[in-house]
């Protein structure tokens, strides 16, 4: 044989058994813990282990339901709830603030099986938004409840109710005040004073922290979740994309179930989550390509931010356009991969 044609066919078989090893690893789990810039000189050793330790514990607590054969949404829930209770992330406990000084948070949960979805908006006082989220898709005969009323819905139903004093603290309190005095700052420099409500969330650093997870059950169903507190220093009742189903969070069993986290005004206009499971189904493109091409879109139109996504077949993509998104995943051996740069 001569030896270019040897050569070729070690080639194929080399690509071959590359591509199949590739498809073997199948993902049962994926997490974000907010994307932003994220810089390995801003970190200390402690911090990012306490970053990566949080997203391994999270994964965990849902990766150990699947196996044991509980559904995509117990894992969803009980990953999200391990991110909230924990202050380092902007959820729950050590959600950012409003231009006002409180916490008003968001959350929606989204089931690929039957297509049904809960979401929450504005809460103050509910200690695990995700399963306030929850509660509406399965307790209600609505897909959204905001403020008050969701509050008071989510005692009446039983969940933990909490002082709002509860999600104060204090790194996300300083990084308010910074926020406030860099806007006024810039108030001042600029003169198109329209031009600078267009740019209404300074000191971007300061927000990343949404946490998002999507889980594949043992009977194949996925679901899919998103927490957050929003974004440091946002107007009185400003929701962003992580409660809204298509935009924030999106889940069916037929393609994909996806979690962003980022500028969610760029979120919402483009339709992020649903927009993914669209090219998949109506354009037959994979998780990896669906993903990556809405991630460019907000980069067009001049928004960041991230997604995870795992489809139906346990592959996953981990898409973003900031310096860094703390993310997470789990294979269904109970393999982790955990990454935080780019
Ligand atoms: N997307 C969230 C929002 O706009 C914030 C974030 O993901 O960091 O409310």
Redesign the pocket.
């Known amino acids: 044989m001569y030896p270019k044609k040897l050569m070729a066919m070690l080639a194929v078989i080399f690509l071959t058994a590359l591509s199949l090893s590739a498809q073997e690893k199948r993902y049962v789990m994926v997490l974000h813990g907010?994307?932003g810039t994220i810089l390995k000189q801003n970190m200390t050793p402690e911090r990012e282990e306490a970053y990566t330790g949080a997203m391994k514990e999270a994964l965990l607590a849902g990766y150990k339901l699947i196996k044991e054969g509980k559904s995509s949404l117990d894992a969803v829930e009980a990953a999200i709830w391990v991110l909230e209770d924990n202050p380092l992330f902007?959820a729950s406990k050590g959600a950012v603030f409003t231009h006002d000084g409180r916490n008003e948070l968001?959350a929606s949960i989204m089931y690929g099986k039957t297509l049904e979805a809960g979401a929450v908006a504005g809460v103050t006082t509910i200690k695990h938004p995700i399963s306030g989220a929850r509660a509406v898709m399965e307790k209600s005969e609505h897909v959204m409840m905001v403020g008050a009323g969701a509050e008071l819905f989510a005692k009446e139903v039983g969940l933990e109710i909490v002082d709002p004093s509860y999600f104060y603290t204090q790194p996300r309190y300083d990084a308010l005040q910074r926020a406030i005095k860099q806007d006024s700052i810039k108030a001042v420099l600029d003169h198109d004073a329209k031009q600078s409500n267009r740019v209404p969330f300074q000191n971007r650093d300061d927000?990343?922290?949404?946490v998002g997870c999507v889980a594949l059950d043992q009977e194949g169903h996925l679901a899919a979740g998103t927490s957050?507190g929003?974004?440091t220093n946002k107007k009185y009742g400003r929701v962003?994309?992580?409660p809204i189903i298509g935009a924030?969070t999106y889940c069916d069993d037929r393609t994909v179930g996806v979690s962003?986290?980022?500028?969610?005004e760029f979120?919402i206009r483009s339709v992020v989550a649903k927009s993914v499971s669209d090219l998949m189904e109506y354009k037959g493109l994979g998780v990896e390509e669906a993903s990556r091409l809405m991630i460019e879109k907000i980069g067009q139109l001049g928004g960041d931010?991230g997604l995870v996504a795992l489809d139906r077949n346990g592959q996953i993509a981990m898409p973003f356009n900031t310096a860094g998104m703390y993310r997470a995943a789990i294979t269904e051996d109970g393999e982790v991969e955990v990454a935080i740069y780019k």
Not at 260 to 264: A, E, K, N, P
């Open positions: 907010g994307a902007n968001d927000k990343f922290g949404t957050t929003g974004m962003g994309d992580s924030g962003c986290t980022g500028w969610g979120f931010g």
